[in-house]
């Protein structure tokens, strides 16, 4: 019996996003389904908060101290371990299809792999690896790239350029004329990277990557093995689907999401427990990173601009679940869907109104930490009972559940075992804590966080920075204060939960290699 | 070394360029991405080892000086300093990937010394 692999990832997806999760508004009913038939984990965790580590620790199964990916802009190695790589050693059939963001985007010279493959009208490179043998790149024989708009070198842009090119221009563009995040806004209220995008959906990149994970998929073979990553670019800001579909969601009648703080006052009281960059931020005053507007400052977003944000995010979620709709109903119409695992996440979250804040940055909280994930394992490879995991888990386990899923055995570079298949495994499987990284350097201004998450318990500390002498820091307590609103850090009647985790953190953390990789772009 | 580097229109055969041109104090360099930039050659100083150059006429460049410095070490040994001022900042970390290539490149060439 073959053995299939769809992965699939959206990126900067609330868990809160999906109907299978509590999400009342977007219609999620395909995903919905998956995690009705699998296990739907309720605190999953990312090594870190931006895409390119988080995508990198899913392909390496390692924390970012490990593969060295600290920030966007720090390329995963060429020769980094790659769970894809394994695959496609055993015989596997690999293709990943969207966004990849192994490596940075912005580069105008051409360095990297993911941004010269459509220009050279590849779908791979090979290269010879040690053994002798001619590999392709990161383990995939079969690459097609996208990212958020239609500019750039990846094969979506090109084909929107050669097939569409008045449509080049309709998407909104991310960057503005300084390579800054464009602050510019739009939509009805004027909120940062928002547009009424006439572009029709078809021409669309969620689309498109549904089409063109339906295409590869059409042409395997009944007997072939394959890993296939469909990673669609959505709901990641810009916040610009087809104006077609703004019917979905009428911002106007949304409600504001639980996050958000009405009363400012009571909404700076409570940032100015967390360490200073959170206020910082939100003044406007300390902008720390590449992940949001520099020119634009958190305390001007109104009530209405987090309405139509999440408008658009709520439509962006319904459009991806669609797609992913219609790969399944091609997996269905060849026979197969019973013999493919099917695993859902994303990469990171997003705040979304909460605290009076949008896009990401150096913030562990639930906004940006806790993500969506499902794994549906083929009926046909194991006979599984849906359950829901509460237990905390990392996205560091995909590369281990792959490999167990490929029947090979758990890979010497991963630092985490397979995902349980309910919570009575999960301590068995060694998933006592989640690890969380964060390090910025961009614009002079230095922030580095470490976190953990264990139980119902959220722990971050401060490493000395621009704002921090490193004794800074965050404590939640999960199952009292959801929200995160009351920072226990300095509550000296929590000081031994408060050090029990840290000393766990610290003891359990990989070391970090050193000197650290350079960093090649902002993003 | 020097002799080399110092070399405007040879810049192409070290740094991840296309193609190089040079006219007079003036430079144009292609990129693979297919980017052009005009350049000011500032200063070529065979005393002290250094050429500066300046991306002009560029809609989104408003500012820039890259400067090259190859200071001996002894009769077989140099290090090349290679260095950027520019606006918008970010692509400095670009040029600077690209500069790290070049040197790299240089130091395959030349040898470790």
């Known amino acids: 019996m073959p053995r299939r692999i769809l992965f699939v990832t959206t990126d900067q997806q609330r868990y809160d996003g999906l109907g299978c999760n509590g999400g009342t508004i977007a219609r999620t009913p395909v995903i919905d389904s998956i995690a009705g038939e699998g296990i739907r984990y309720?605190?999953?965790?990312?090594?870190?908060?931006?895409?390119?580590?988080?995508?990198?620790?899913?392909?390496?199964?390692?924390?970012?101290?490990?593969?060295?990916?600290?920030?966007?802009?720090?390329?995963?190695?060429?020769?980094?371990p790659s769970i894809a790589m394994d695959l496609w050693r055993n015989g596997w059939r690999t293709a990943l299809i969207g966004k990849a963001h192994f490596e940075p985007f912005l580069d105008p010279f051409a360095l990297f792999t993911e941004n010269t493959l459509a220009s050279l009208g590849e779908e791979s490179v090979y290269r010879e690896s040690a053994n002798g043998r001619r590999e392709p790149h990161r383990g995939f024989e079969h690459m097609e790239l996208a990212t958020h708009n239609g500019m750039g070198p990846l094969h979506y842009a090109k084909w929107l350029r050669e097939n569409h090119p008045e449509a080049v221009g309709m998407l909104y563009p991310i960057l503005n004329a300084q390579l800054q995040v464009n602050e510019a806004g739009g939509g009805d209220t004027g909120a940062p990277q928002v547009k009424h995008n006439p572009i029709p959906r078809e021409w669309y990149h969620t689309d498109w990557v549904a089409d063109r994970a339906v295409s590869w998929?059409?042409?395997?073979?009944?007997?072939?093995?394959?890993?296939?990553?469909?990673?669609?670019?959505?709901?990641?800001?810009?916040?610009?689907?087809?104006m077609s579909e703004l019917h979905r969601v009428d911002w106007r009648q949304l409600d504001m999401p639980a996050g958000w703080v009405d009363d400012p006052v009571e909404r700076e009281r409570i940032l100015a427990t967390k360490p200073a960059h959170w206020l910082g931020w939100y003044h406007g005053t300390f902008v720390s990173n590449y992940e949001a507007p520099a020119r634009w400052v958190p305390s001007t977003l109104t009530a209405d601009q987090v309405r139509e944000v999440n408008a658009m995010v709520h439509i962006q979620n319904e459009l991806v679940d669609e797609a992913l709709g219609r790969i399944i109903g091609l997996l269905r119409r060849k026979g197969w869907y019973d013999d493919v695992d099917v695993v859902f996440t994303t990469d990171h979250g997003e705040f979304q109104g909460d605290f009076g804040l949008l896009f990401k940055g150096p913030y562990h909280v639930d906004s940006l930490m806790r993500l969506p994930l499902v794994w549906r394992p083929a009926p046909s490879r194991a006979a599984v009972t849906p359950a829901t995991v509460d237990t905390p888990v990392g996205?560091?386990?995909?590369?281990?559940?792959?490999?167990?899923?490929?029947?090979?055995?758990?890979?010497?570079?991963?630092?985490?075992?397979r995902l349980p298949l309910d919570d009575g495994e999960a301590a068995g499987l060694g998933h006592e804590r989640v690890l969380t990284e964060w390090d910025s350097v961009l614009f002079g201004k230095i922030v580095s966080l470490r976190t953990i998450t264990r139980g119902s318990w959220v722990c971050t500390a401060t490493l000395p920075g621009s704002v921090h002498d490193g004794t800074d820091g965050e404590l939640y307590d999960l199952s009292n204060d959801p929200l995160q609103h009351v920072n226990l850090w300095h509550d000296a009647s929590h000081r031994a939960m408060r050090d029990d985790l840290l000393e766990d953190m610290w003891r359990t953390l990989p070391h970090a290699a050193a000197p650290r990789r350079a960093c090649d772009a902002p993003v | 070394m020097w002799g080399f580097v110092g070399r405007p229109e040879l810049l192409h055969e070290w740094f991840p360029i296309s193609s190089t041109r040079v006219e007079g104090d003036k430079r144009w360099i292609t990129l693979p991405s297919g980017i052009t930039f005009e350049e000011q050659i500032l200063l070529?100083?065979?005393?002290?080892?250094?050429?500066?150059?300046?991306?002009?006429?560029?809609?989104?460049?408003?500012?820039?000086?890259?400067?090259?410095?190859?200071?001996?070490?002894?009769?077989?040994?140099?290090?090349?300093?290679?260095?950027?001022?520019?606006?918008?900042?970010?692509?400095?970390?670009?040029?600077?990937?690209?500069?790290?290539?070049?040197?790299?490149?240089?130091?395959?060439?030349?040898?470790?010394?």
């Open chain 1, 42 to 80: 309720t605190r999953a965790i990312p090594s870190n908060v931006v895409c390119m580590p988080s995508r990198s620790t899913m392909l390496t199964g390692q924390h970012v101290a490990t593969h060295g990916v600290w920030m966007n802009g720090v390329a995963l190695p060429v020769d980094a």
């Open chain 1, 217 to 242: 998929l059409d042409t395997q073979n009944d007997s072939d093995d394959w890993f296939c990553w469909v990673s669609f670019p959505d709901p990641h800001h810009a916040w610009d689907p087809p």
């Open chain 1, 395 to 417: 996205l560091v386990s995909l590369a281990a559940t792959f490999a167990d899923i490929a029947g090979l055995p758990r890979p010497d570079y991963t630092e985490s075992a």
């Open chain 2, 44 to 113: 070529v100083d065979n005393d002290l080892r250094r050429f500066q150059y300046s991306i002009i006429n560029n809609p989104l460049i408003t500012r820039h000086v890259g400067t090259v410095d190859v200071i001996a070490l002894a009769a077989d040994r140099c290090i090349v300093v290679y260095g950027t001022d520019i606006e918008p900042e970010v692509l400095g970390l670009a040029i600077g990937a690209a500069a790290g290539d070049g040197l790299r490149t240089l130091r395959e060439r030349f040898g470790e010394g």
